[in-house]
């Protein structure tokens, strides 16, 4: 045990409640989050952690808590495939998508393997932050596919779900760690049907099963939370619609995965936005969503502010916060706690929602790397062909990696309005941008 928890480590950090959305810090990429919260009252994230653009996950999990949704605590590395810390004796395979729940104070782990025979396995711990050890196959029949999810019902019946294209669901016997393979089901929701890709994630309210899923977008891309309703567990289920679709969130992106929980009396969905121009880098978000009188969810938008609400201009905005990229800017590494908008190219253009802008300022400071050749920075509201309140003309005569700031004077606004970056570079020019603030 002394071994295991030398290799556990938590790092506590607080994200500007002015920048909620990622809720991960600079140089960490979690997806897939699965939000739940426990006995302790404080709401815990589980998810895959993405390390390379050039392939999904990695061989670790790191877990995020936070008791207000403003102070996040990252706990390193409480899971592993290889390397410190290996709990999986029988595999070297890179770890997917987890989910965890709680039993007669044992905290389960369900994660699954890339390419193993026995893809779907069970650790366990003390802590909701683990770390999770003795990592073994679940006893599933002969079932492997990826994305586990365990739902316990209001009877203490538990019931792993998983699978693509159709979602398959099981009650797990009492030990949590194997399935009854008499209760297999196949179909639970489909792709024809409902949409249905992979991620599938169960919670129950006011008597309605709501089956949450990465579903298909009108554009045949994974990037929607969808979410199917019935009456039981084992359906039949309606599909109810899309909760949030990650589109635009950078020009590589394609797939979604998430979860609902309600915290603090407020529901939210978390979901995943890629970066770096590529399928993978994804960072975990939220966003507060509501229900209609007949269990309804209303779809939302993505936003900067998350469950923060609308952010004051007066406080430095990370350039990496952009809730919608169009084009082919993207959001990369600047440094070890750092990330920037590079890769900007004629017409691009970046949103942030949402900004306060209370009863007026008089200026915009960017910080901003020159290309080699000039370009310039329109700042607009409401939308990308909305109000200009401010252009920032960024000199040809840089590097694309030596910072520098701007300011420039700011048409008079008030109020909270979308803030809208619009582009204009040669493609030669490779100018980069880290923040912006008003003043």
């Not at 739902?151 to 538990?158: L, N, R, T």
Request: aromatic share 14%.
């Amino acid at each position: 045990m002394k071994k295991i928890l030398s290799i556990f480590v938590a790092f506590l950090f607080t994200i500007n409640l002015l920048s909620q959305n990622p809720i991960v810090p600079p140089g960490v990429y979690i997806a897939d989050p699965s939000a739940h919260v426990w006995k302790d009252g404080k709401l815990y994230v589980y998810g895959s952690r993405d390390e390379s653009p050039d392939y999904y996950c990695s061989w670790n999990y790191h877990v995020l808590s936070t008791s207000d949704l403003k102070n996040w605590t990252l706990y390193e590395n409480t899971f592993a495939s290889k390397g410190p810390g290996d709990q999986v004796p029988y595999s070297d395979d890179f770890l997917y998508a987890p989910d965890v729940q709680y039993k007669e104070g044992t905290y389960f782990l369900y994660y699954c393997l890339a390419n193993n025979t026995h893809t779907e396995g069970v650790a366990t711990s003390l802590s909701p932050a683990g770390p999770f050890i003795n990592g073994k196959p679940i006893k599933t029949g002969g079932i492997n596919q990826i994305d586990p999810c365990v739902f316990i019902d209001d009877d203490g019946q538990a019931y792993y779900i998983w699978g693509q294209m159709t979602a398959k669901m099981a009650k797990l016997r009492p030990n949590m760690t194997e399935i009854d393979s008499t209760t297999i089901r196949d179909n639970l929701v489909t792709q024809k049907e409902h949409r249905f890709h992979e991620g599938g994630y169960m919670v129950k309210r006011n008597g309605i099963y709501y089956f949450v899923y990465a579903g298909l977008s009108m554009q045949d891309m994974a990037s929607c939370i969808c979410y199917s309703t019935a009456a039981s567990p084992w359906g039949p289920f309606k599909y109810g619609g899309v909760i949030v679709d990650n589109d635009h969130s950078d020009p590589g992106n394609w797939n979604n995965h998430g979860s609902l929980v309600e915290f603090n009396g407020q529901w939210y969905v978390f979901y995943h936005r890629a970066t770096h121009g590529c399928y993978t880098m994804r960072k975990a978000c939220l966003e507060p969503i509501t229900f209609n009188e007949d269990g309804s969810i209303n779809e939302v938008e993505m936003t900067t502010q998350g469950a923060s609400g609308p952010l004051s201009a007066l406080h430095q905005m990370d350039a990496e916060r952009a809730c919608l990229l169009h084009g082919n800017l993207r959001i990369q590494v600047l440094g070890t706690d750092n990330e920037e908008l590079a890769e900007i190219r004629e017409g691009d253009r970046a949103a942030y929602k949402y900004i306060d802008f209370g009863k007026g300022v008089k200026n915009v400071t960017f910080r901003v790397a020159p290309g080699a050749e000039a370009g310039t920075i329109s700042v607009c509201l409401n939308d990308p062909w909305g109000w200009t309140v401010a252009t920032v003309r960024i000199p040809g005569d840089g590097d694309g990696k030596t910072y520098t700031t701007i300011t420039v004077p700011v048409s008079f606004v008030t109020g909270v309005h979308a803030v809208w970056l619009k582009f204009n570079a040669a493609e030669s020019s490779d100018y980069k941008v880290d923040w912006f603030v008003f003043k």
